[in-house]
């Protein structure tokens, strides 16, 4: 655990460096706190059962002095206040030690938790699609959660039961050295016992409490997500089953952990009990008798009261982090990611001329074959071009290569005579805007998913409507009674899909970009919609560049030039007569 934690320690901030610093004290004067409520009984109880014995403890010599008691029953009250106060003391500072690591451990899990889910959202495209949005969901969401209750919080119970035990035990040992030693030794040998034959369980089921929980989130979301074709297959019972057979083997497991952490403490307040009962008898035959020694009987009987709850935490911890080891190492997969090179980057990036493909061509694994090769693509500023292909064929890869979002695994991408690179495409991404064929709407207003990603009192309310009458939804919208307030539901499902593409098309519109990429943006609409919506886009400014995916033949009517793209390679079309396009609606 050592490389982990430090790894941990990394990713948390200097202020929470400070605040762990705090709490270490905080942990140490806690502890003194409590070894003065142990000492405290001494003199307390040798007051009450045999005042004249008090005279005879150096320890408190200074106030019998201070205050000139002469009479051991005047000691009596004011040994009750200080054994009194000592306990309060003790009280409120195990319960200030509490609020603060709990307080602390909890922050730094959101700490975690946000920062995990920053990293993952600015790792590259190509890392996204080939990644599990279940395992990615269940580490930022569930296993952060663990980390701090089953990692940050137990490693702060751990030090602090280290401490406190630390300077009990000391103060134990000068009670009675061979009595701590004894009980001790006892502890010890049962608690290394029980981590010896439950050590290799507790990885077991940090692992399957790993791997069930992300299959749980798994079945969740393809349930649900796919729920019009579960309730026209009736396939509930399968996907009930899909969660039950990851869900009982997770909670099975979180039960027989939970089992392993606090079985131990009956068994060892069982054997405390039989040891003070067998200290007891013991003192009871050494001369003087009980009486005597009923002081030291009574601060052994407390500090084990103290130190017993605090073994139990001590191994209680323990066991914690073990079983979520394997969801530890999960989320600090995720902290480790690294940020890309343009993530300090500002700036913007010069588009005056045009876009420059050249002998580019990409495969998602470069042992197998080219999805595009050697494509070479001269695309003017302010022209519309469409790209036409067989489904399949490479055309959405070639606008996520133009966008930015891919990177050519040969060839170059140039905008004016700069070339794309990892280090500047963030910059190019600015001028652009992408209406994909399903528009992804978050379960917000009309005017949040057009405006999609500016916070509610920065969106531009005149632009919103503008952007709408463009893409030929507002007379949609102003005819509902909240018009652009109205809710569309969790991925626009209260909306139909023509209106989900015309809101995907009004932020296109919105956001005012130099590049507007439509990939079968239209291909939901009538054909006299889709007229209007080209039309409108075309109205939008000379120095906007469209790009077109269509497999409408109608759609690429106004193109200045259109590509044919076939089994990766690029052709261009040329299409001198415009009645070509006349009365054609057929698919490619």
């Not at 309060?88 to 995990?116: C, H, K, N, P, Q």
């Not at 979180?254 to 307040?269: A, D, H, M, S, T």
Request: proline letters at 3%.
């Amino acid at each position: 655990m050592k490389e982990e934690l430090t790894s941990l320690w990394i990713h948390t901030s200097k202020r929470r460096h400070a605040q762990f610093v705090l709490i270490l004290i905080l942990m140490v004067i806690s502890s003194i706190a409590e070894v003065v409520s142990i000492g405290a009984v001494v003199p307390f109880l040798a007051v009450l059962t045999s005042p004249e014995q008090v005279y005879q403890y150096q320890s408190i010599q200074f106030i019998i002095d201070s205050f000139q008691f002469d009479n051991p029953d005047e000691l009596i009250l004011p040994m009750t206040i200080a054994f009194i106060s000592a306990a309060i003391l003790s009280g409120v500072m195990r319960l200030l030690l509490l609020y603060a690591t709990t307080r602390f451990s909890y922050a730094t899990g959101a700490d975690i938790s946000v920062e995990a889910y920053r990293r993952t959202l600015y790792q590259d495209y190509l890392v996204h699609i080939a990644s599990n949005t279940s395992e990615l969901i269940n580490s930022i969401t569930n296993k952060t959660g663990v980390v701090t209750s089953g990692i940050l919080n137990p490693a702060l119970i751990f030090i602090s039961s280290v401490v406190v035990i630390t300077f009990i035990l000391a103060t134990l040992f000068v009670i009675d050295a061979a009595v701590t030693t004894t009980a001790l030794g006892v502890f010890v040998i049962l608690y290394g016992i029980v981590i010896v034959y439950t050590r290799n369980k507790l990885e077991e089921n940090s692992r399957k409490i790993a791997k069930e929980s992300t299959q749980v989130i798994k079945s969740i979301q393809e349930g649900i997500g796919g729920i019009r074709e579960v309730l026209i297959e009736q396939n509930q019972n399968f996907y009930c089953d899909l969660y039950r057979q990851s869900d009982i083997p997770m909670r099975r497991a979180l039960g027989n952990n939970q089992f392993i952490n606090g079985g131990p403490r009956y068994v060892v307040e069982s054997i405390g009990i039989v040891l003070i009962a067998g200290l007891a008898y013991a003192i009871h035959l050494r001369e003087g008798g009980v009486e005597s020694a009923i002081p030291i009987l009574g601060a052994l009987a407390l500090g084990a009261q103290r130190i017993l709850p605090a073994l139990q935490q001590l191994y209680g911890s323990y066991t914690s982090i073990r079983s979520s080891y394997a969801s530890f190492n999960d989320v600090l997969r995720l902290l480790d990611q690294p940020l890309p090179e343009h993530f300090y980057d500002s700036g913007s990036i010069k588009f005056s001329k045009g876009i420059y493909l050249k002998n580019v061509s990409f495969n998602y694994d470069r042992s197998k074959k080219h999805i595009l090769k050697n494509i070479n693509m001269s695309i003017s500023k302010g022209s519309v071009v469409g790209l036409i292909g067989s489904t399949g064929g490479g055309k959405s890869t070639l606008f996520d290569i133009i966008m930015g979002l891919l990177m050519p695994s040969s060839g170059d991408i140039f905008i004016d005579n700069q070339l794309v690179d990892s280090k500047n495409r963030v910059l190019w991404q600015k001028r652009i805007s992408h209406v994909p064929q399903n528009t992804y709407l978050s379960d917000a207003s009309i005017e949040e998913n057009i405006a999609f990603g500016v916070p509610r009192d920065q969106i531009d309310h005149k632009r919103v409507i503008e952007s709408a009458q463009l893409a030929q939804l507002s007379k949609i919208v102003e005819s509902w009674p909240d018009k652009y307030k109205t809710v569309v539901g969790e991925r626009g499902g209260k909306l139909s899909g023509g209106q989900r593409q015309r809101i995907g098309i009004a932020r296109a519109i919105y956001k005012q970009s130099d590049v507007m990429i439509l990939d079968e943006a239209t291909s939901a609409l009538d054909m006299k919609t889709e007229r209007e919506v080209m039309r409108s886009i075309k109205t939008l400014g000379k120095g906007i560049t469209i790009l077109i995916i269509a497999h409408r033949i109608t759609t690429l009517r106004d193109c200045n030039q259109i590509y044919s793209l076939e089994n990766g390679e690029l052709q261009e079309k040329q299409y001198n007569d415009i009645s070509h396009f006349a009365n054609q609606d057929s698919q490619l």
